[in-house]
């Protein structure tokens, strides 16, 4: 199918997109909508051949089988000998969903165990009964990196508007600055810390764990019981003295990108309360129901994966751009970024060959309207085509300001619009002679104001950023990745590709104690380590 695929490129490679809509028809048969999501495909170049098409291509990589072999729990990430049951803590928002057991464990009895146990901890913490002597909590500090920090970081900002709870702040970096500049300001009395790592062994967070609890001893006396661990290997948090009351576990199930659902996500729960973590859960779990039981060709997941795949394998498109018009979901590209390129940014298929089809696309992205004032110059103009992915609601938080919110959902539409119409040298002539610039001139300028157009994007748009829509958005992003990965033969589960540089970052390290080098570092490397120890010692003398 692959070949058919590109065949069926080459016929409309220089079709125009815009003229697709002579139909009348198109822009309400590329687009679907569920359960207040709109997903309006129709500014592409894909028509019902190319999707007819790729429906045979799923067909051909037993798509329906693989996504059934993930909801009920078989270990289809193979490379690790795990189950990929993210779904687990939005499916068991419903009391119907068949159990799912994985080696003899009830995963869904479980979830709602430590769930219920979560909930509970956030109430108190939230209410000012924990920690119980008399303090109330003012400000939470997540300790985590990847996966334990993308994800709630993203969400505690995305859904700001309901934060009625502690003030959240995330600190992952290796660099000192960030703990400093986070602690800088807070008071250790009231401040609560939650270490969150899936494997808690992760070098950053182990380091910031430990300098953050250095900080809180030196004003409180019990300093680990102002800490939380949340993790999927509980019986190595006690490392840091955490009370066995203060963790929260997790099934290895969930990978660390696919874990804001789980206790991983307790900053967002205690900013946003237990119930509107239900919410966010349910809108999961809504878009979990869509993607399991609806035909591929009406599936929303199914559908973006679609556009990905004939974006980047097919056309040949680098990159893709997300840009989300809603500044509180700045970090949603940053999200995305570990979510699709550590899942599917792969070489090899699940035998071990060479990817015939290559793996998952560079995504990048920044919020609209930021965007357009910094890299859009390049996406209108650019020679190289650049896919976007818009995303819109229709309204926003802040009654009083709707006018700006209509400038905004002005702007998102205005983007699409101009890169698929595009403007000809003959208009942008006549724009200018009309503007009365003198022919010579204007026929100078004409061809700097051309716009090729024919650029491909899609639109999102949302009722409104609340807990329910953040959740059916990430989930539907999720199931995204699993089907272009299914695709492609790629294991979206694993991350072997970050080891190697961990691996080597470790051997370095003694060589910053005086230590040497390994044997087979790289003169360059050493040349590097050299000066920077020299600068060091500089700095220490002047001191
Ligand atoms: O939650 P942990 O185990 O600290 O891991 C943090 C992140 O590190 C990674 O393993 C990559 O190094 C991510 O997959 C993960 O989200």
């Known amino acids: 199918m692959w070949e058919t695929l590109k065949t069926r490129h080459q016929d409309v490679a220089t079709r125009s997109i815009a003229s697709l809509f002579s139909s009348g028809a198109r822009a309400s048969r590329f687009s679907m909508s569920h359960n207040g999501l709109l997903f309006d495909y129709s500014k592409t170049n894909l028509d019902f051949d190319i999707l007819n098409d790729f429906k045979a291509l799923l067909d051909d990589v037993d798509f329906e089988a693989k996504r059934e072999a993930m909801f009920s729990g078989a270990a289809i990430n193979e490379t690790e000998g795990r189950s990929v049951l993210h779904i687990a803590p939005r499916v068991a928002q419903s009391a119907d969903w068949p159990e799912i057991v994985v080696d003899g464990e009830h995963v869904l009895a479980d979830t709602r165990a430590g769930h219920a146990r979560l909930e509970s901890f956030a109430h108190d913490v939230r209410s000012g009964a924990w920690p119980g002597d008399g303090v109330t909590i003012t400000d939470v500090v997540n300790i985590g990196i990847g996966g334990s920090d993308l994800g709630p970081a993203m969400a505690v900002q995305a859904l700001s508007p309901y934060g009625d709870g502690p003030k959240c702040h995330f600190v992952a970096n290796a660099d000192g600055a960030d703990l400093h500049d986070t602690l800088f300001d807070l008071d250790p009395h009231t401040t609560m810390v939650i270490v969150a790592s899936k494997s808690f062994t992760t070098l950053e967070t182990m380091q910031n764990a430990r300098s953050a609890l250095a900080w809180m001893s030196q004003s409180v006396p019990d300093a680990p019981s102002r800490f939380v661990a949340i993790s999927s290997a509980v019986g190595l948090t006690s490392a840091i003295g955490i009370p066995d009351s203060q963790v929260f576990g997790f099934g290895s199930y969930i990978g660390g990108r696919y874990s804001v659902w789980s206790p991983i996500g307790l900053s967002l729960m205690v900013s946003i309360g237990p119930e509107a973590f ?47 018009y809603e500044q509180r979901l700045a970090r949603l590209p940053a999200y995305l970024q570990q979510l699709e390129m550590e899942s599917n940014g792969k070489g090899v298929d699940m035998q071990g060959n060479p990817l015939e089809h290559g793996g998952g696309p560079v995504v990048w992205g920044e919020p609209g309207t930021n965007g357009q004032h910094a890299f859009f110059q390049l996406i209108h103009q650019g020679q190289q085509v650049v896919p976007c992915e818009f995303l819109v609601g229709a309204n926003g938080h802040e009654p009083d300001l709707r006018h700006h919110h209509k400038v905004l959902v002005g702007n998102c539409l205005a983007q699409s619009e101009a890169l698929m119409r595009g403007k000809t040298l003959e208009v942008a002539y006549r724009e200018l002679l009309d503007q009365g610039i003198e022919p010579e001139d204007a026929r100078l300028l004409a061809s700097q104001k051309t716009f090729s157009g024919n650029r491909p994007s899609t639109t999102l748009v949302y009722p409104k950023l609340t807990p329910f829509v953040l959740g059916q958005i990430i989930a539907l992003y999720e199931h995204r990745v699993f089907v272009e990965g299914v695709a492609l033969g790629i294991n979206s589960f694993d991350q072997w590709g970050v080891e190697f540089g961990k691996e080597l970052a470790r051997a370095f390290a003694p060589a910053f104690e005086g230590g040497a080098l390994p044997e087979d570092a790289n003169p360059s490397t050493a040349h590097l380590l050299e000066y920077v120890l020299k600068c060091e010692e500089t700095r220490e003398s002047a001191d």
């Open 278 to 324: 239900s919410e966010f859960l349910k809108g999961g779990l809504d878009m979990d129901q869509h993607f399991l039981t609806t035909p591929a060709l009406e599936n929303m997941p199914v559908l973006l994966a679609l556009v990905g795949l004939w974006h980047h394998q097919i056309c040949g498109y680098g990159t893709r751009a997300v840009i989300p």
